[in-house]
């Protein structure tokens, strides 16, 4: 890449990550708690994703305000698979899961009403 | 036929809905009111759900955005359709952790997602390609650098061919407090409106 002034392109690089963010925000399973009864989301996302960036993606996005995050960084599992009846191969087949973070959102009570099971 | 749904498509993208699928292209077509960056579209958190498929049938998508679709669109419209894939890409991967052994139906879809990301990458890039080769030039018409003018004029004519018409400037004018830090060169456009008197 062509690099005319020799310095970090800061045009290129804050025009990509302003207006093309490349954020994945995945929705998983609160277990024991509902959107009905605590206004929380929990999502899954990079780990590289702050709370200040979390905010301003579902505003821009989603045009939803978000009162409050909390996030968690979540290690990936070390697994094994099992490969042979010899001990000596399963030392060498271990591999680990991808890290993630986990974030819960918390909204305010009147937008309930967009994810209830009524008619829209 | 292809270019029907494309037409239809076309259509689709003004109410800034990115959704390609064959079944349902008559029921998502909507009109935005007016035409500001805002997306009037704008669900909420039920756009984290609720794929509008009919029940029972298989979720089909269209084809992906290719580069070539999108040369003649202005940064507004890639700005756009970049939230609608975005948006797109957060209700697959969530349908995707609700579904049984985490295996979507029709996975291409996520696929075809990407694909057009990438597409809406590439046409930035060429453009930012014609900005840097236009700066570049100045700087060696100035040193006196014949051999470099030459060599950059070339490209210069491949990538003026690629761009087309559209301003190198983004164009947002709600977001005019960050053109000190993104600015373009104001003389970029002359010197391309040079070139096309010379040539």
Known sequence: ?120 | MNNMIRSSISNIIKGATYTQRFASTSTTTQVASGSTIINNNKRGLKDFFEHTYPIGTYPLAGRSWAASDLRGKSFNDLHELWFELLKERNKLLTEKEITKNNQLQNPQRVTKVRKSMAAIKVVLGERDQLSKSLYLLAKASQDGNHKKVKELKENIKRLNKLVGAVSLKPGLKELESLQDTIKVDETLEKNIDLLLKQN
């Open chain 1, 1 to 120: 890449m062509i690099n005319p002034l020799n310095k970090p392109v800061l045009g290129t690089r804050l025009m990509n990550s302003v207006f093309f963010p490349n954020i994945k925000l995945q929705v998983i399973r609160n277990s024991g708690k509902t959107f009905e009864n605590t206004n929380k989301i929990m999502f899954k996302t990079d780990c590289s994703v702050g709370k200040t960036d979390i905010k301003t993606y579902m505003k821009a996005l989603y045009d939803v305000n978000v009162d409050k995050v909390n996030t968690i960084n979540v290690q990936g599992r070390i697994k094994s698979k099992t490969k042979g009846l010899q001990k000596r191969s399963k030392l060498n087949s271990k591999y680990k899961t991808p890290d993630y973070k986990k974030a819960i959102i918390t909204v305010d009570p009147s937008l309930r009403a967009q994810l209830s099971r009524g008619k829209n």
